[in-house]
């Protein structure tokens, strides 16, 4: 049997090595337009700023790497047409010297072509000076521009946008970041936790401006100056963090179904056509919370999603579950993470919901270097917990999956209230802060029932 | 309505607390032998070890602190006798000059009076130099002798003894811990963990000697040598951290039942005399994975249960629910927990188990300071799972947290294998030591079906 697999991140190459893992005979084919693979895009920002110490070092694995688990990776190439009645594709595979055309047929294809940034349609981004991260490539040019320039605007307040924003302050820039909205994180967080962010991020150094669009970029050749609402930024670079597109346009060709913004796949990850199954940021997943569909561009996703693919091609059954978007992330000092659907979400969609609350630390009282901690926890009216957010400068990543547990087994705030946490000083406080949090919430249901 | 209080420990505040929170008018006394309230018995070995600078940092109210919230406590007070019939009790009051018989009657009785140490009866216990970890006061003087001393032998291999021999260590002593089983923390986890926690002290300078007791303390007044098994150990001080025995002594004066360690009590903390309850160290508690009971002598469980009996007198209704003891301690640099059954414990009480291990990193592995991380998993035959234990020098005790709501939803791990988790490159791997320990069991259990 032969799987060809279009893509080499996180999600695509998950499907590789999992089918492997279950099967040794099938035979398993790469495609990619990438000369490096597994690399962690994500890690960019981390190498701007010093922590991880160039960009080699955040490429997992080689080629060759994967041909010792009889895999073969097939980079430089670019499939430009997918024939789903005969079971074929064509790409472009560039041999160094000279593009040639090549043919493979296959039993079972795996979509994994990933996203595109998304770029708005405004004057001024091809000059020289503006980058959309996505690829190590792109890193590499950022990191060497930087290194020649001063003032840099990042457009854009989501992870990727503050991250970078981040890396390139500790390299020494005047950044700012400007968000369309009027907060940060908007997918993730509420605005009253969304500004615990900022004002760290402020305190740290850069600027930050909400609530603006960016309106044009303007230079002679090289990026002189971004305007912002109504604000003119002296730029020698901008970064577009401006959200990401799936790419969808050989699933198209293949005929497989296409959602509001990406490929459609059932619960086995599989396409309307039977023998093409589609994993990573290029497909719609169903939201656990909302029930409708939507995206979740997250390497865990991936890495989940290809385990799925590559269980139902080899015969074993599996299914993807709802999503629930955990996610965290670390920027200086300060983590902060968050699962399940926002209040604002929650509303928006026409939920009720309380919140409760808690502020806290991340140690005993007494103990040297314990850290304040935000929990903000989203429940029904009927006490389910639906979402949480939390915001320290340690320990919040597992807290997050914890509470990602708690939402997927429709646990209560007052069940959660009564569970069993461990306890050390130098480690926790002996109620936790998602306690305090969730007995809040219970307390705030109680006085709703008593109105 | 009177409610008196017996014992100022974590249970006997947690209840004063609750009550006063639910309910204010209702009258508070809490008795107490003690002179200092409101302290960590468990952060004295950080005092020794220098990361709490003084005893004093480690309590954290006064009894003043109490009186503003409507709550009276009386120190230095010794209950020495209960009257169930009358609702009355009698104890003794040093005043500082001189002691008084007072009165004191009551509608709600709670007993905390918490546990005293267990000291085997052997030879020269009654030495200068000899301890008993136990009181703010004990920890005075062991900080005092110690400074004086060198050699130390600490009885006991519990997370007391291996706690405080660490903080021996720091002051610059030579420790020795002996433990009389065949592994250190036999209560929590299984050899194979064990032996990752004992190796780590060995390479910090603390010497373990395994599976022998000990038989005699050697000395003209003050402690000499002590005797461990056949060895004859030099000994400037011991430290015996040989367990703990419920206090119960009031509790049978008033007629409450008492079970096989301590007091009984129903899922309110109800004793058998309707209008007493009982809370902490000196009642059995029902352990959620064997179905018998157990103790549970934890900070955590104190305050739980002091909020459950707090809620049942003010005429709320709760419930206690069965423990799985989750733990954590962190000693040094490394942290280590658990929660649940360990295997060893499991196949003590007849139940069929496998168990899923992993040996990851705690960050993305090219992210400067990964540590290492050990879990082990433990799961019935139908993939249930009952107990887990981790070690990493970071981030161990949300994990504990996370197992200990997977366990008490009755998680299995295939369910726990499919779960989402948070991820980024400073804090966590893309697919989390959990995860690979229920995959682990996952296959197991399949290789276990088909043979």
């Not at 895999?71 to 010297?97: D, P, Q, T």
């Not at 004057?123 to 930087?146: C, D, M, P, Q, S």
């Not at 996610?327 to 399940?340: D, N, P, R, T, Y």
């Not at 928006?348 to 630390?361: D, P, R």
């Given at each position: 049997m032969k799987v060809v697999i279009i893509g080499s991140g996180a999600a695509g190459l998950s499907t590789a090595s999992n089918i492997r893992k279950y099967d040794e005979d099938i035979e398993i084919t790469v495609i990619t337009r990438e000369s490096f693979i597994a690399y962690s895009p994500c890690a960019i920002p981390y190498?701007?700023?010093?922590?991880?110490?160039?960009?080699?070092?955040?490429?997992?694995?080689?080629?060759?790497?994967?041909?010792?688990?009889?895999?073969n990776i097939v980079i430089n190439a670019e499939v430009f047409e997918v024939s789903s009645r005969e079971n074929k594709l064509k790409y472009n595979f560039n041999n160094g010297y000279l593009k040639v055309v090549k043919e493979l047929s296959y039993d079972y294809l795996v979509i994994a072509s990933?996203?595109?940034?998304?770029?708005?349609?405004?004057?001024?981004?091809?000059?020289?000076?503006?980058?959309?991260?996505?690829?190590?490539?792109?890193?590499?040019?950022?990191?060497?521009?930087?290194?020649k320039n001063h003032n840099a605007v990042v457009v854009g307040a989501g992870l990727i946008g503050l991250e970078t924003a981040y890396g390139l302050k500790e390299m020494g820039l005047n950044v700012i970041v400007t968000e369309m909205l009027p907060q940060i994180i908007p997918r993730s967080l509420d605005p009253d936790m969304a500004s615990i962010v900022r004002q760290y991020m402020e305190n740290e150094g850069l600027q930050v401006i909400l609530g603006n669009p960016i309106e044009e970029i303007i230079g002679d050749k090289r990026v002189e100056k971004a305007i912002i609402g109504e604000e003119v930024l002296n730029a020698d670079m901008v970064i577009m963090a401006t959200g990401i597109r799936p790419q969808i346009k050989l699933a198209k060709m293949a005929g497989c179904d296409i959602g509001r913004w990406?490929?459609?796949?059932?619960?086995?990850?599989?396409?309307?056509?039977?023998?093409?199954?589609?994993?990573?940021?290029?497909?719609?997943?169903?939201?656990?919370?909302?029930?409708?569909?939507?995206?979740?561009?997250?390497?865990?996703?991936?890495?989940?999603?290809?385990?799925?693919?590559?269980?139902?091609?080899?015969?074993m059954s599996a299914e993807f579950r709802p999503v629930l978007n955990a996610m965290v992330s670390k920027i200086g000092q300060l983590e902060f993470g968050a699962v399940g659907s926002t209040k604002s979400w929650a509303v928006h969609n026409g939920m009720e919901?309380?919140?409760?609350?808690?502020?806290?630390?991340?140690?005993?009282?007494?103990?040297?270097?314990?850290?304040?901690?935000?929990?903000?926890?989203?429940?029904?009216?009927?006490?389910?917990?639906?979402?949480?957010?939390?915001?320290?400068?340690?320990?919040?990543?597992?807290?997050?999956?914890?509470?990602?547990?708690?939402?997927?087994?429709?646990?209560?705030?007052?069940?959660?209230a009564a569970m069993e946490f461990s306890y050390a000083h130098p480690v926790s406080m002996v109620i936790d802060p998602i306690i305090l949090a969730a007995e809040d919430a219970c307390w705030k249901l109680k006085r709703l029932k008593k109105m």
């Amino acid at each position: 049997m032969k799987v060809v697999i279009i893509g080499s991140g996180a999600a695509g190459l998950s499907t590789a090595s999992n089918i492997r893992k279950y099967d040794e005979d099938i035979e398993i084919t790469v495609i990619t337009r990438e000369s490096f693979i597994a690399y962690s895009p994500c890690a960019i920002p981390y190498v701007l700023c010093g922590k991880v110490d160039c960009f080699e070092d955040i490429v997992m694995h080689k080629p060759e790497d994967y041909l010792e688990k009889n895999i073969n990776i097939v980079i430089n190439a670019e499939v430009f047409e997918v024939s789903s009645r005969e079971n074929k594709l064509k790409y472009n595979f560039n041999n160094g010297y000279l593009k040639v055309v090549k043919e493979l047929s296959y039993d079972y294809l795996v979509i994994a072509s990933g996203a595109t940034s998304f770029i708005p349609p405004i004057e001024g981004t091809h000059l020289n000076g503006v980058f959309k991260i996505r690829t190590i490539e792109v890193g590499f040019k950022i990191k060497e521009w930087a290194e020649k320039n001063h003032n840099a605007v990042v457009v854009g307040a989501g992870l990727i946008g503050l991250e970078t924003a981040y890396g390139l302050k500790e390299m020494g820039l005047n950044v700012i970041v400007t968000e369309m909205l009027p907060q940060i994180i908007p997918r993730s967080l509420d605005p009253d936790m969304a500004s615990i962010v900022r004002q760290y991020m402020e305190n740290e150094g850069l600027q930050v401006i909400l609530g603006n669009p960016i309106e044009e970029i303007i230079g002679d050749k090289r990026v002189e100056k971004a305007i912002i609402g109504e604000e003119v930024l002296n730029a020698d670079m901008v970064i577009m963090a401006t959200g990401i597109r799936p790419q969808i346009k050989l699933a198209k060709m293949a005929g497989c179904d296409i959602g509001r913004w990406a490929i459609l796949v059932n619960e086995k990850m599989q396409t309307s056509v039977p023998n093409i199954y589609a994993v990573g940021d290029c497909v719609e997943v169903y939201d656990a919370i909302t029930g409708q569909n939507t995206q979740s561009p997250l390497g865990t996703t991936a890495v989940r999603q290809g385990k799925i693919a590559a269980k139902n091609i080899v015969g074993m059954s599996a299914e993807f579950r709802p999503v629930l978007n955990a996610m965290v992330s670390k920027i200086g000092q300060l983590e902060f993470g968050a699962v399940g659907s926002t209040k604002s979400w929650a509303v928006h969609n026409g939920m009720e919901v309380i919140t409760g609350k808690s502020k806290a630390l991340t140690k005993a009282r007494y103990y040297p270097g314990a850290k304040t901690i935000d929990v903000k926890m989203i429940c029904t009216l009927n006490g389910r917990i639906i979402g949480c957010q939390i915001i320290a400068e340690e320990r919040v990543a597992e807290r997050i999956d914890t509470m990602s547990l708690a939402i997927a087994k429709d646990v209560t705030c007052s069940e959660l209230a009564a569970m069993e946490f461990s306890y050390a000083h130098p480690v926790s406080m002996v109620i936790d802060p998602i306690i305090l949090a969730a007995e809040d919430a219970c307390w705030k249901l109680k006085r709703l029932k008593k109105m």
